[in-house]
């Protein structure tokens, strides 16, 4: 079956350092998803990437996908204590498939 | 608040028990995810509902069961509980069957 591995599993920071987790799967991915899950929270959904090499910012938070579209990167710059959390891709497969298969995901620790 | 409620926010239930675990989506809402996640792992995908019909299966195992009823809400039931079924239990509900997903508050089961 389907399956999306995520780097690294874990990741401490200094406040104001740069954080990238990434994620590759092993099918093609019609779609990718990213959701961040704060400690003791529940996941929330960031953005969704559909198209082949597509680049999408949302404010310090830069999100990539692939060209053959079965990896993706997620890219925090200048992160802050609020970035504190785990980051999650979640892969849907090619055509006829609707699971979402999520990575184990990226815990991401800023020391202030 | 992601507009999905989840009841109850804890149980706690001795081994061999049977339990339910409810969901309510968002408005509008026809698709119905459960996942289950353990301490340090990510999220394992359960099953899926979209509009009272099954829809996709995960790692669900024969003693866990789900439905969907007509006005949309779905239970999970975990019967005969093992000691390695506690957990947070989360339901998620997107608007159709490719799309973000919303995840409510999970439910924090212990089995003792």
């Not at chain 1, 959904?45 to 996908?65: A, M, N, P």
Request: aromatic residues 12%; hydrophobic residues 30%; neutral net charge.
């Amino acid at each position: 079956g389907q399956q999306v591995m995520q780097i690294p599993q874990y990741q401490h920071v200094q406040e104001g350092e740069d954080f990238t987790t990434y994620c590759n799967s092993s099918t093609t991915l019609s779609n990718i998803q990213w959701y961040k899950q704060r400690p003791g929270g529940h996941p929330v959904f960031l953005i969704q990437l559909v198209k082949s090499g597509e680049v999408k910012k949302q404010k310090r938070l830069t999100f990539q996908f692939g060209e053959a579209k079965k990896n993706s990167s997620l890219h925090i710059t200048a992160t802050q204590t609020t970035d504190v959390g785990t980051y999650f891709c979640a892969g849907v497969g090619g055509a006829g498939s609707y699971q979402l298969t999520f990575g184990k995901g990226t815990k991401l620790s800023v020391i202030p | 608040d992601s507009g999905v409620t989840q009841t109850p926010k804890h149980l706690i239930t001795a081994t061999g028990q049977r339990v339910t675990l409810r969901c309510s989506p968002r408005s509008g809402d026809l698709s119905v995810y459960w996942y289950q996640q353990s301490l340090d792992q990510g999220l394992q995908f359960l099953i899926q509902y979209y509009n009272g019909e099954e829809r996709a299966k995960g790692n669900i195992l024969e003693r866990f069961s789900a439905q969907q009823f007509p006005d949309l809400h779905s239970e999970l039931n975990l019967s005969s509980l093992e000691l390695g079924d506690s957990a947070l239990y989360f339901c998620a509900s997107s608007p159709g069957i490719v799309y973000e997903q919303y995840f409510g508050p999970g439910t924090r089961l212990t089995v003792t």
